[in-house]
Every structure is written in structure tokens, then in C-alpha cells.
């Protein structure tokens, strides 16, 4: 698709106070003073507990209504009050959980539509931990964090693909989760690992990805390895991977996907858009 509102991928954990940087700008990237927030928590196993923190949060950050799109099942998802709700949201934002479930209930459903629809129109999609792990065309959904580098030890399935050319991983440093992104590139050397920490955030504008918040991003470029046995090996065997780049970004870098280089804040600031200008 081609996306024209911002994307953000957010690590998990960010902050909810009324101080929240992160989700202050996905508020502020809307280009409305007051904007209508839609927050879907199909991902978590306590939807009421979930919805009542972001209600509190994105009205005080100045939303003049924070909607709940309560989609729990693929009946909900085609359901024309529910996607109503998503098609007067200028901000999309989906909680954290477990991806599959999203994956599950929103794949090939009226209300992922409508959602890419709001999307291309201009509206704000951002996500939390499972709601930003399911924003790439592959996402991780397991894995352990202490022994990831064996074949076939990471789970990939299918995301929603609002993102080309990059796996998320969430709670990326505060679980260990190095190996996991390593495992992924030695597989398939063509993704850009993008490791997001917790109150830690990156926003797509095409081929380049800018962090931001308080915490770290760490990307794990996989393209230029020169070497692993991962094609020689049974399930659960340890994998050799040679020459990986990583970078740790924090708020105000960015990184271009097609040149596969760190930008500075400086030179980012020539690439500002009109609509993020005001909060680089």
C-alpha cells in the first residue's frame, strides 16, 4: 500500500503520564488540535483495564474523544458499527498483547480495510508491542530471548504489511532480544531488524525511519553478512553469522533503508516533512 499518514512502532512500556512524549506527538502528527482517537485492544487479555489508561491519556493529551474499538473476535471485525468507529478516527492506535490474536482476527476483515483506507486517506496509525510488532509484511511472534541463534527458533508469520523491508521486535533490550533479530537475519538477510525498547519509538516516512522518544532503537542490518551455516543445519542447531551491523539510534536519528545508513540530526532535518516538522 502507500501509506500517506505517519506510522509508528512503538516498543512497549511508554510512558502514560501526562508528560508522554511519545504519544503526545502521535496525537500532535494528526494535524488536528483536538482528534478523534480510536484505540483497539483486540491484542490484550485485559481490554477494560488497557482502554481505561490510554482513555485517560490521550484525553488529557487533547483528544476530544478516545473511541473503543473493542474487536475481539472475526464477527466484531465485520461488524459496520465497528468499522464506523475506525472511519471517524484520525488516530488508529492499537495496544499491546499478542500479535497472533491481531493477526487472527483482523486478517482479510472489513475492519483492516477500512483501516488501510483511513490509513492512505491521511490518518494516524501507530501501535504498542504486539500493535507494533504486526506492522511489518513478516512480524516475529516468539522466540526465546536467552538462545535465540539456533535455527528455527524464532516464530514468524504474517503481519499487516503497513511496512516493507523490516521485522519489529518489541521490548527489545528490557527482554534480551539480540539474538532473536541476529536468528532473522541469518535467515532472511533482506530485513532491516528494527529492535524497539521500551518508551521507545520510530516513526516510517518511506525509505527512512526516524526515532523517537526517550529510549533506545536498536536496527540489526543483516544485508552485508558474509557468511552462516544456517542453510546446513537441523532445527534447534547453533547458528554462525558473519559481519552484522547494528546500531543503537536515539531520538532525533534516523536511518535511510535504501542507502543503509544512519542520518544525524542535522542532516535528518533536511528531510522533515511539513508534518513533522514541528516535532523532530
Request: negative net charge.
Amino acid at each position: 500500500m502507500s501509506a500517506r499518514g505517519p506510522l509508528i512502532a512503538i516498543g512497549g512500556a511508554e510512558d502514560r503520564s501526562d508528560e508522554a512524549d511519545i504519544l503526545k506527538r502521535v496525537i500532535d502528527w494528526s494535524g488536528k488540535s483536538s482528534p478523534v482517537v480510536g484505540v483497539i485492544t483486540t491484542a490484550s487479555a485485559i481490554p477494560d483495564e488497557v482502554f481505561r489508561d490510554y482513555h485517560a491519556t490521550f484525553g488529557t493529551l487533547g483528544a476530544a474523544e478516545v473511541l473503543d474499538i473493542r474487536v475481539r473476535d472475526r464477527t466484531d471485525a465485520a461488524d459496520d458499527g465497528f468499522i464506523d468507529l475506525i472511519g471517524r478516527a484520525d488516530v488508529i492506535f492499537i495496544s499491546g498483547g499478542d500479535q497472533m490474536r491481531l493477526t487472527n482476527v483482523f486478517g482479510g476483515s472489513a475492519a483492516l480495510a477500512m483501516i488501510r483506507s483511513r490509513h492512505a486517506q491521511g490518518a494516524v496509525v501507530a501501535g504498542t508491542s504486539a500493535g507494533a510488532a504486526c506492522q511489518s509484511r513478516t512480524m516475529v511472534y516468539g522466540g526465546s530471548p536467552d538462545d535465540s541463534l539456533r535455527k528455527g527458533a524464532v516464530k514468524m508469520a504474517a503481519g499487516f504489511g503497513f511496512v516493507d523491508g523490516v521485522i519489529i521486535d518489541t521490548h527489545f533490550l528490557q527482554r534480551g532480544r539480540f539474538s532473536r533479530l541476529m536468528e532473522v537475519g541469518a535467515t532472511n538477510p533482506e530485513y532491516l531488524g528494527v529492535g524497539l525498547g521500551e518508551d521507545a519509538a520510530v516513526l516510517f516516512e518511506g525509505d527512512l525511519i526516524r526515532a523517537i522518544g526517550p529510549g533506545h532503537v536498536i536496527l540489526v542490518d543483516s544485508s552485508s553478512i558474509t557468511g552462516s551455516n544456517v542453510f546446513d543445519l537441523d532445527d534447534g542447531e547453533a547458528v554462525t553469522v558473519h559481519n552484522v551491523t547494528m546500531h543503537a539510534l536515539i531520538n532525533g536519528y534516523g536511518y535511510s533503508l535504501r542507502e543503509r545508513r544512519v542520518i544525524a540530526p542535522s542532516e535528518l532535518e533536511e528531510h522533515s516533512t511539513e508534518q513533522s516538522d514541528a516535532y523532530t
